[in-house]
């Protein structure tokens, strides 16, 4: 339990830190490109795909769903949801250069009528239409968007990845897979 403990507690000061460190000049030339919006609250770490096909899975994802991946990164997420189970997917992220490369992604994986992206700040953007959320952020941000997701329509899931939502708010379910833990709640 206590290894456990201090694992998360590394991945999370880790992406915490690394959240403030300098971009490589590919990635400064893409964000020069577009509009510049804020720094991300947490820098770009992939689910491995193992963890995002247990995340699906555990979701229970169907043709009937529209998944939002907050913070999407590549878009691994959503583009799984659209190949693996024709769901609607959509992905959030305030970098630029993820957005580009979620699109690249999206292209080759040949679900682009059922997929987009968005380069904006999850905090501020409409989430309403989602029946299941997914999540790979941070504790605190966990934690400042649980107003946000308890309004979403009775019967929405959302799955994190690694981190929970706090005492506030405890899970219904857990898995563990590969050393990773994911966690579920769905809104009554
Ligand atoms: C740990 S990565 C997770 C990527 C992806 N969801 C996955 O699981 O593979 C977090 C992502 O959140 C994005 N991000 C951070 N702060 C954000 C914000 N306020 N709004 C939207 N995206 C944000 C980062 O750019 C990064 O791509």
Redesign the pocket.
């Known amino acids: 339990m206590r290894v456990r403990y201090l694992k998360t507690a590394a991945i999370a000061v880790a ?1 915490t830190f690394a959240a403030g460190t300098a971009v490589p000049a590919a990635a400064q030339q893409a964000t020069a490109q577009a509009p510049k919006l804020r720094d ?8 491995p795909q193992e963890v ?1 096909d247990a995340m699906l899975k555990m979701a229970n994802v169907s043709s009937k769903d529209v998944v939002y ?6 878009g ?2 959503p583009i799984t949801a659209a190949q693996k189970y024709g769901a609607r997917g959509v992905g ?4 630029p250069q ?1 957005i580009q490369e979620a699109n690249d992604n999206l292209a080759k994986a040949k679900v682009s009528d059922k997929v987009k992206f968005m380069n ?4 501020e953007t409409d989430i309403s239409e989602a029946t299941v959320v ?1 999540l ?2 941070l504790p605190t941000l966990n934690v400042k968007l649980m107003p946000t997701l308890k309004k979403l329509k009775p019967g929405t899931r959302i799955v994190s ?1 690694s981190f929970d939502m706090g005492t506030e708010w405890p899970p219904e379910k857990t898995e563990s897979i590969n050393g990773r833990t994911i966690y579920y709640w769905t809104i009554k």
């Open positions: 992406l991300p609250d947490v820098i770009y770490v992939p689910t995002v991946d907050l913070g999407s990164g590549d691994r997420i959030i992220d305030i970098n993820r904006a700040d999850l905090f997914t790979y952020l990845h």
